[in-house]
T-cell receptor
Framework: GESVGLHLPTLSVQEGDNSIINCAYS??????FIWYKQESGKGPQFIID?????DKRQGQRVTVLLNKTVKHLSLQIAATQPGDSAVYFC?????????FGAGTTVTVRA | NAGVTQTPKFQVLKTGQSMTLQCAQD?????MYWYRQDPGMGLRLIYY???????DKGEVPNGYNVSRLNKREFSLRLESAAPSQTSVYFC???????????FGEGSRLTVL
């Protein structure tokens, strides 16, 4: 079936470096994608979203890139900080419901 | 604003017992959702309610029932708990037209 998934389950990054988290999706009809961050013991929190008519969207220290040709989504975090350690999920909207990928656990090394 | 509040935060049940997870939101959102989160599987939608008075099945509804008591409250009931229902349950809400879901802190359920 069609689903949203992430390329790697874990990512270790040095503090101050940039992080790139990848996600592949298979539902070509999806037109809205979201990145969520989940810290240990908490619920997911919205980071940034992007619609299919865009290739790139920037927020505060984060950038989301969408490549519809290869159905790939990425989240870039600039100057990664210890507080960025969390699980990151990509999700797609389909009929007002979100479908989540399995998540990438990001660990920031001091 | 408390946002989305779930109770209880932790619960241990024996197989066959029943229980209800409560959820309330104070953001006047129309839509509410129940997800379960298992290791390595992300969040999976159990049931959702697009508006007060309506409920619909999500991806994994078997073994669960829901009630949209009013606009604020959306409860999830396990009639006869099974070990496979051991999970962390999240309630969420939004306006229904955007994807920005607001999540509760989660309810960790263990079924022995």
């Amino acid at each position: 079936g069609e689903s949203v998934g992430l390329h790697l389950p874990t990512l270790s990054v040095q503090e101050g470096d940039n992080s790139i988290i990848n996600c592949a999706y298979s539902n070509s009809a999806s037109d809205y994608f979201i990145w969520y961050k989940q810290e240990s013991g908490k619920g997911p929190q919205f980071i940034i979203d992007i619609r299919s008519n865009m290739d790139k969207r920037q927020g505060q220290r984060v950038t989301v890139l969408l490549n519809k040709t290869v159905k790939h989504l990425s989240l870039q975090i600039a100057a990664t900080q210890p507080g960025d350690s969390a699980v990151y999920f990509c999700a797609e909207i389909n009929d007002y419901k979100l479908s989540f990928g399995a998540g990438t656990t990001v660990t920031v090394r001091a | 604003n408390a946002g989305v509040t779930q109770t209880p935060k932790f619960q241990v049940l024996k197989t066959g017992q029943s229980m209800t997870l409560q959820c309330a939101q104070d953001m006047n959102h129309n839509s509410m959702y129940w997800y379960r989160q298992d290791p390595g599987m992300g969040l999976r939608l159990i049931y959702y309610s697009a508006s007060e008075g309506t409920t619909d099945k999500g991806e994994v509804p078997n073994g669960y029932n829901v009630s949209r008591l009013n606009k604020r409250e959306f409860s999830l009931r396990l009639e006869s708990a099974a070990p496979s229902q051991t999970s962390v349950y999240f309630c969420a809400s939004n306006e229904g037209e955007t994807g920005e879901l607001f999540f509760g802190e989660g309810s960790r359920l263990t079924v022995l």
